[in-house]
């Protein structure tokens, strides 16, 4: 395993268990749209280290540690880090969007980042494998998609603290950040590039028909 994602899912899981154990900390880094639109924007890049529960923080760290390699493989440790942390911040952004005058709104967690790298790596090598509860063998890209769709559930049903608008703003990141990188793939990999735009379709065409809320 590359030594550089795993200080990566050490630093998440060291800042996520001082959040855990310290609410001034997770407050005060936690992404708060009031705070943020008064000039804390640091909250915005700072929140996606953070994460609600362990579960939470086993989940992301998890995904990221089965589709990140595909990401370090192709593009080398520089790249990953630009794909990681463009779609934490593009996540961040769409989140704003969606929730500028929801001054009240707080989330936190590395969906955004992880998302980012899902897509990259399911643009990458759409046939990848994996296997859910480490038996039940799902394809890669088929994950993506269904994450992408339980974020909408998540967004609709308004029940946790985990940042669900951050996963499209993410996966968008990534996406876009591989294409560029890798153009080709618009030729050589067409299915894909249009299968990965549907859930974000959906998104917006939700967001604006208000039937997210």
């Known amino acids: 395993m590359n030594t550089f994602l795993l200080v990566l899912i050490g630093i998440n899981a060291v800042v996520s268990f001082k959040g855990f154990n310290d609410f001034d900390f997770f407050r005060k880094y936690e992404f708060h749209v009031g705070s943020i639109r008064s000039g804390e924007q640091l909250r915005m890049l700072t929140s996606g280290f953070l994460h609600g529960d362990i579960t939470h923080l086993a989940f992301n760290m998890l995904t990221l540690y089965f589709f990140a390699p595909i990401v ?118 067409t299915e894909m590039v249009i299968l990965l735009t549907i859930p974000i379709i959906i998104l917006f065409y939700l967001h604006k028909t208000n039937r997210l809320n």
Do not use: C, W
Request: glycine share 12%.
């Open 72 to 189: 370090l493989d192709t593009f080398g440790n520089v790249n990953f880090l630009y794909v990681y942390f463009v779609s934490l911040i593009a996540g961040s952004l769409l989140t704003m969007y969606f929730h500028k005058n929801d001054f009240h709104y707080r989330a936190v967690g590395a969906s955004g980042a992880v998302t980012g790298i899902i897509y990259s790596s399911i643009l990458l090598y759409p046939e990848m494998n994996l296997y859910l509860f480490f038996a039940i063998p799902i394809k890669g890209y088929v994950f993506g998609i269904g994450y992408l769709l339980y974020s909408i559930y998540g967004m609709k049903a308004k029940n946790d603290n985990i940042g669900h608008t951050a996963h499209f703003g993410g996966a968008i990141g990534g996406y876009l950040f591989t294409l560029i990188k890798v153009p080709s793939l618009i030729q050589t990999n």
